[in-house]
């Protein structure tokens, strides 16, 4: 009897133990909830004597997402369908892709006729180079995801017909869907178009012929997927590491009040602007926290103290240009214009691209409501390898501080900042598209905007 008393005694306490302590849980919880609610996040504070006419956060947030995205989305739907291309923004007919197809038809079919003789084993394998155009607003992306429509995910589909009999048994003995491998050079996010992203896949059977590749994408996904082509290549070739540039397009669209008269006579304006509230105002400093190098530039509360009234609605495209012609050249760390990056990977060289090129430009697209198109700035980028969003933080924070008439190397300033919320929100990714990926020597002569 003691003992049975005993343990049950045990067994009550536990229980009241147990109880209690998801009671403290709960109360934990709720403080936590009140504690994030309640918690102000304040916008960055420059210093410089722009920082009065510098757009907040939510200001440029609006000024990127209010814009005609509707024709961009066409004009791109109509480049991967091969119904334009983007040379007739410019009005000429040199396209960079052509040289580049020459070149790469040389590199690979000297290695592949090189290793036809030296083939055995493992090593038999056949690895095609498939080069795909996409439109951004019909996927999710490109890295396959659950319950998402990417392009992974049906190129995968498409190539399961051609993987060799050993795999196929594999992957029916895991209960896993019959699927090929697809390496992609750079994923691309939800939104963002491309007109010739380059993925790579291999199979150890002989009898694949790449016609048959191209038909078979081609039917998963017509007019929102296509094929450019589709060539064998040799086995040691990836589409990431043995690429040597990428190359990145982002369309902005004008409003008709916006031209280059109007900006660059506005930009008196916000020098004398500035000028006049810094002269009342004392510096302030940076109001961030320890823990704020990974906190994603959004927008975030209602502090309208940080707004001040009659800002700049308008930018210079030719200032613009200036601002990017700074990171021509140089090796540099982008991590104040990167997004979801690891905290371990924030310092040293995973941050550092080197810019090859980098200029925007006013161009025209096809347009149903303006018979000479529709105005937009073309902004081209061309880099060793881009940080995660980091061409539309490069693009948004560009047309912030030109709009503010910050100096030319305000971008180069921006890069020691010690937050991300220095730099402005990501600009939509209806704009961006991945023109192509280089694994030769970037040549200069081969730009949309020279």
């Known amino acids: 009897m003691v003992t049975s008393f005993t343990v049950k005694s045990v067994a009550t306490f536990i229980g009241k133990e147990k109880r209690l302590g998801r009671f403290r849980d709960l109360v934990s919880l709720s403080s936590m909830e009140n504690q994030t609610k309640n918690k102000i996040y304040f916008h960055y504070n420059h210093t410089d004597s722009f920082n009065s006419a510098r757009w907040t956060a939510r200001e440029s947030y609006q000024f990127m997402y209010e814009r005609p995205w509707q024709d961009v989305l066409h004009f791109f739907s109509n480049v991967v369908n091969a119904r334009l291309t983007l040379s007739t923004m410019f009005g000429t007919d040199n396209s960079p892709q052509t040289c580049i197809d020459v070149v790469d038809d040389d590199y690979k079919t000297s290695e592949v006729c090189d290793e036809k003789e030296e083939r055995c084993g493992r090593w038999e394998r056949v690895t095609f180079k498939i080069i795909l155009s996409y439109s951004g607003y019909a996927f999710d992306g490109w890295q396959k995801q659950p ?4 392009v ?4 995968e589909k498409s190539l399961g017909r051609f993987v060799d009999d050993k795999k196929a048994r594999l992957l029916k003995e895991k209960s896993k869907p019959l699927e090929g491998c697809a390496v992609v050079a750079g994923r ?12 790579s896949f291999y ?4 009898d694949v012929k790449p016609c048959d590749i191209e038909g078979e994408i081609n039917s998963a996904a017509p007019g929102k997927l296509r094929v450019v082509s589709v060539s064998e290549v040799s086995r040691v070739f990836h589409p990431n590491f043995s690429a040597k540039w990428r190359r990145y397009l982002y369309i902005f669209p004008l409003n008709d009040q916006e031209n280059e008269k109007q900006c660059c006579e506005n930009e008196k304006e916000v020098e004398s602007f500035s000028f006049a509230r810094n002269c009342n105002e004392p510096s302030n400093k940076c109001v961030e926290s320890s823990s704020s190098e990974n906190v994603e530039n959004l927008i975030i509360g209602n502090n309208k103290e940080f707004e001040a009234p009659n800002k700049p609605t308008c930018f210079s495209v030719c200032r613009v240009n200036q601002l990017l012609r700074h990171l021509e050249g140089k090796l540099l760390s982008y991590k104040m214009f990167a ?6 990977r924030n310092i040293g060289p995973p941050t550092e691209c080197f810019m090859y090129h980098a200029r925007a430009a006013e161009a025209r697209i096809p347009c149903s409501v303006h ?3 529709r105005k937009v700035m073309c902004v081209e980028l061309v880099a060793n390898r881009f940080l995660r969003k980091m061409v539309r933080v490069l693009v948004a924070t560009s047309i912030r501080e030109a ?9 180069l300033k921006l890069m020691e900042a010690t937050c991300r919320r220095a730099t402005a929100p990501p600009a939509p990714p209806d704009g961006l598209c991945l023109v192509d990926v280089g694994y030769t020597d970037f040549n200069p002569k081969n730009c949309l905007i020279p």
């Open 147 to 150: 319950g998402l429509n990417t």
């Open 152 to 155: 992974q995910e049906i190129v």
């Open 188 to 199: 691309t996010d939800k939104g963002v178009s491309a007109i010739r992203q380059v993925c």
């Open 203 to 206: 199979t150890w059977r002989k």
């Open 339 to 344: 997004r979801d990056t690891k905290a371990s």
């Open 371 to 373: 018979e000479e198109g």
């Open 403 to 411: 709009a503010a008439g910050a100096e030319e190397d305000a971008l």
